[in-house]
């Protein structure tokens, strides 16, 4: 799990250290502590009913379609014009085929991307920024990937790309009731090998604002979460448990 997560994280150019873990899935919870520790990660987010996430995006989710054109345009202004007609026939298309599905114009958006690259190479970076100087996003994105960019070197335009999104009505957000909730026990576990007694918290008990006493455990029907000493954790108003990575 640590190598997946450094692979989408510090692989790509980005600082784990600049953003929170969202833990999910029935055993997400055992080992969201421990993972954010040794990435450095400062806050960890674990939601309401984390065990049940994938199925409630299932239901809320936009219904996404894509499609790409191979242009290989050099880039150059007379280049640059073709492809708003390319885009056009893109958008024709998706707007068609969401519309099968049940979705209005009104219920649609349309997103445009390239897939450009330095002459001579045999890979594409996504420039989502079509609209202003293409060749500057360009360079500044194969900068922030690779470290460094070619800004003499020669620039082609492989394909068009649109993401095209049938909108789904979002379910609405409820906040809690606020208090304090007193843990509902204690049981024994082991920290590192050791044996320690630590607090116990029906997830489903816990009110806006309460502050958890660490150690402890969370239990809830489609999850458990683990919180060791060196962390703090507390209840937001929409019952997401915020965690805090001390050291």
Same mark, same amino acid.
């Given at each position: ?19 929170? #873990?969202l833990?999910?899935?029935g055993? &997400?919870? #055992? ?5 954010? +520790? ?12 984390? &065990?049940?996430?994938? /199925? ?5 989710a936009d219904?996404?379609?894509?499609? &790409? +054109? ?6 150059? *202004? ?18 068609a085929?969401l =519309?099968?599905?049940?979705? *209005? ?13 330095? =002459? ?7 420039? +989502? %920024? ?8 360009f ?5 922030? =990937?690779?470290?460094? /960019? ?5 620039i ?14 979002k #379910?609405?957000?409820? !906040? ?8 509902? &026990? ?5 920290? %590192?090998?050791?044996?320690? %007694? ?8 816990? #009110?806006?604002?309460? !502050? ?18 060196d962390?703090?954790?507390r209840?937001?108003?929409?019952? %997401? ?7």
């Amino acid at each position: 799990m640590e190598r997946a997560l450094r692979h989408i994280s510090v692989e790509r150019g980005h600082d784990p250290r600049q953003f929170a #873990l969202l833990p999910f899935g029935g055993a &997400g919870g #055992l080992h969201a502590v421990e993972l954010a +520790r040794a990435l450095r990660i400062p806050t960890i987010i674990a939601p309401t009913a984390p &065990g049940a996430l994938s /199925a409630v995006g299932v239901l809320v989710a936009d219904v996404i379609k894509d499609q &790409g +054109r191979t242009v290989m345009l050099t880039y150059g *202004p007379k280049q640059i014009s073709k492809l708003g007609k390319v885009f056009r026939e893109l958008e024709k298309d998706a707007t068609a085929l969401l =519309r099968s599905e049940g979705f *209005p114009r009104s219920k649609q958006r349309h997103e445009r991307s390239l897939a450009m690259r330095y =002459r001579g190479q045999s890979f594409e970076l996504e420039v +989502r %920024n079509t609209t202003g100087d293409l060749a500057a996003a360009f360079h500044r994105a194969h900068r922030e =990937r690779y470290g460094y /960019a070619q800004e003499q070197s020669e620039i082609e335009i492989v394909s068009a790309r649109l993401r095209s999104f049938g909108l789904v009505e979002k #379910l609405p957000q409820r !906040k809690i009731a606020k208090g304090k909730t007193r843990p509902h &026990g204690k049981v024994a576990a082991y920290f %590192n090998g050791h044996k320690v %007694n630590v607090a116990l918290y029906r997830r489903d008990d816990l #009110l806006a604002g309460t !502050k958890l006493q660490t150690p402890c455990i969370v239990t809830e029907y489609s999850a458990t979460t683990l919180i060791d000493a060196d962390s703090k954790a507390r209840i937001d108003g929409f019952g %997401n448990l915020l965690i805090e990575i001390l050291r």
